[in-house]
């Protein structure tokens, strides 16, 4: 067909462009030069690179450097790209050329092309041009930079409501669980009795305090270094567009932006992504500790802990009939171990760049989205389907408890440590718990006190060992209370 292609032309010559695409011949050329993944820019990259043309165009009009027609008519084609309408003509590969120059005119053609028609031309006539007007006083330098920082702000509040909404839901089986006292584990060896809702409040804590540095790390991505142009010197750009393009930015994202103390440092510098990566990453390690948590507290039901009961979503095998694994959790891992992945694809990328310009960029974007959209989805997966619908298995966790020995240290105060260390040793080699053993050894009057000269009474350790919850709390057993 004839309208199947156009020709279009530029600084390397002619190439046909696909008839009814809005991109033109740079990004038809990246899309035949970089063929490698078959991945598309996420809605992230193309939002933040079209909500920067259109403030690009806002700004150059009201400083007298582009006319109202064009001006009026790339806002619109801008706003469309912002609100969706156009994600399918966004197709140039995050493997592509260094610090996103496919991505930067990818955006300026769609939206050129797209003014062109709303100002009664045909594609690739381009009565708006894609250098000269939609990428006007820009340089792929700064834009692509700053659409990094525009794109990871855009979703922050969505990933900080997700780690929010795993904290409170963790909270509250603190809440609910803290009644049910079990054996603690160190070294994956049985220790000194805690709460199951101690254990889960720990769990809420860490997920709050990754959140607060997310948040924290997030600050510094508010310094924006749009106009400093090709290298930071702002060449071809107003004295003022700097500063209204951070004010109109502002404007338009509601987002709070603030202007670059050092244009060069933001064109260099990638440091700002690193550290938000790092605040990701830092998330992840401590979502993968939990979900480890719940795999091995869930074990068995009938060879394992078996502490926990998490929600049978789905089946487990396809040929061990009833059998129910621990899927969100298993997810929860994968998910977090992708993310850990992306953060070191981020810092590999940030300590690459040299001189005035990191070429890295498209790489850093592609991965700093992707570990965003994969952290929301999955802990909002795991929240909503492993931890609100969670039970604990009392029986279980209370009998583990009682056989373990280690709940001998609450009679340190009474018989020491080396005495206390025969009793373990006795009671396991008579299959027998150490409570039966400490108090028959105290009824025989086998049991010296550590520092009084005087035997341990059967009472005495059965005081001492018969509040397993007041053993949680702190203080010393048979000692001084505080009160």
Request: aromatic share 4%; net charge negative.
């Given at each position: 067909m004839a309208d199947s292609y156009r020709i279009e032309s530029d600084s390397?010559?002619?190439?046909?462009?696909p008839g009814q695409a809005l991109y033109g011949i740079q990004t038809q050329r990246a899309v035949l030069n970089f063929p490698i993944s078959g991945l598309r820019p996420w809605r992230a990259f193309i939002w933040s690179l079209a909500v920067i043309k259109r403030a690009a165009a806002e700004v150059n009009w009201t400083l007298d450097l582009l006319d109202e027609r064009r001006?009026?008519?790339?806002?619109?084609?801008?706003?469309?790209?912002?609100?969706g309408r156009w994600d399918e003509q966004f197709v140039v590969d995050p493997f592509q050329a260094g610090a996103g120059t496919s991505h930067n005119m990818n955006?300026?053609?769609?939206?050129?092309?797209?003014?062109?028609?709303?100002?009664g031309g045909r594609l690739g006539e381009y009565l708006v041009q894609p250098n000269d007007h939609v990428n006007m006083?820009?340089?792929?330098?700064?834009?692509?930079?700053?659409?990094?920082?525009?794109?990871?702000?855009?979703?922050?509040?969505?990933?900080?409501?997700?780690?929010?909404?795993?904290?409170?839901?963790?909270?509250?089986?603190?809440?609910?669980?803290?009644?049910?006292?079990?054996?603690?584990?160190?070294?994956?060896?049985?220790?000194?009795?805690?709460?199951?809702?101690?254990?889960?409040?720990?769990?809420?804590?860490?997920?709050?305090?990754?959140?607060?540095?997310?948040?924290?790390?997030?600050?510094?991505?508010?310094?924006?270094?749009?106009?400093?142009?090709?290298?930071?010197?702002?060449?071809?750009?107003?004295?003022?567009?700097?500063?209204?393009?951070?004010?109109?930015?502002?404007?338009?994202?509601?987002?709070?932006?603030y202007p670059s103390d050092n244009l060069f440092e933001s064109m260099q510098s990638m440091a700002d992504a690193a550290d938000f990566s790092a605040a990701l990453r830092t998330l992840a390690i401590t979502l993968t500790r939990i979900a480890n948590d719940f795999r091995l507290l869930a074990s068995g039901p009938s060879t394992g802990l078996d502490e926990l009961r998490l929600p049978p979503v789905q089946p487990g095998s396809s040929i061990m009939p009833g059998k129910v694994n621990p899927v969100l959790a298993e997810m929860l891992n994968m998910a977090m171990f992708h993310v850990q992945?992306?953060?070191l694809t981020v810092s590999l990328a940030a300590q690459a760049g040299q001189l005035e310009l990191n070429v890295m960029m498209p790489i850093i974007a592609h991965n700093l989205f992707e570990a965003m959209q994969v952290m929301i989805g999955a802990i909002n997966a795991f929240t909503e389907k492993c931890v609100r619908g969670l039970q604990a298995n009392r029986l279980k966790a209370e009998g583990w408890l009682e056989q373990n020995a280690i709940i001998v240290t609450a009679l340190n105060p009474l018989i020491g440590y080396a005495r206390g260390a025969g009793l373990v040793k006795e009671a396991l080699a008579q299959g027998r718990t150490v409570r039966q053993v400490a108090i028959e050894?105290?009824?025989?009057?086998?049991?010296?006190?550590?520092?009084?000269?005087?035997?341990?009474?059967?009472?005495?350790?059965?005081?001492?060992?018969?509040?397993?919850?007041?053993?949680?709390?702190?203080?010393?057993?048979?000692?001084?209370?505080?009160?």
């Open positions: 390397l010559g002619q190439l046909q462009v001006a009026r008519a790339i806002v619109q084609a801008a706003q469309e790209v912002i609100e955006a300026n053609e769609v939206i050129a092309n797209r003014a062109t028609q709303i100002l006083a820009q340089s792929t330098n700064d834009v692509i930079p700053t659409a990094i920082r525009l794109g990871a702000l855009w979703r922050l509040d969505e990933l900080l409501q997700a780690v929010q909404g795993l904290g409170q839901a963790l909270e509250q089986k603190a809440q609910e669980f803290d009644p049910i006292v079990k054996s603690g584990r160190t070294h994956l060896q049985d220790a000194v009795p805690v709460r199951l809702g101690q254990e889960f409040a720990a769990y809420a804590w860490a997920v709050q305090r990754d959140g607060e540095r997310i948040q924290r790390a997030a600050e510094g991505l508010r310094r924006l270094g749009i106009g400093g142009t090709a290298a930071g010197s702002g060449l071809n750009a107003h004295p003022q567009y700097h500063p209204r393009m951070v004010q109109k930015l502002a404007e338009l994202t509601g987002l709070a932006l992945g992306c953060d050894k105290a009824a025989a009057g086998e049991l010296r006190h550590a520092h009084e000269e005087r035997l341990v009474s059967a009472q005495e350790v059965e005081s001492a060992l018969s509040d397993m919850r007041r053993l949680t709390e702190g203080g010393i057993t048979g000692g001084p209370t505080g009160g």
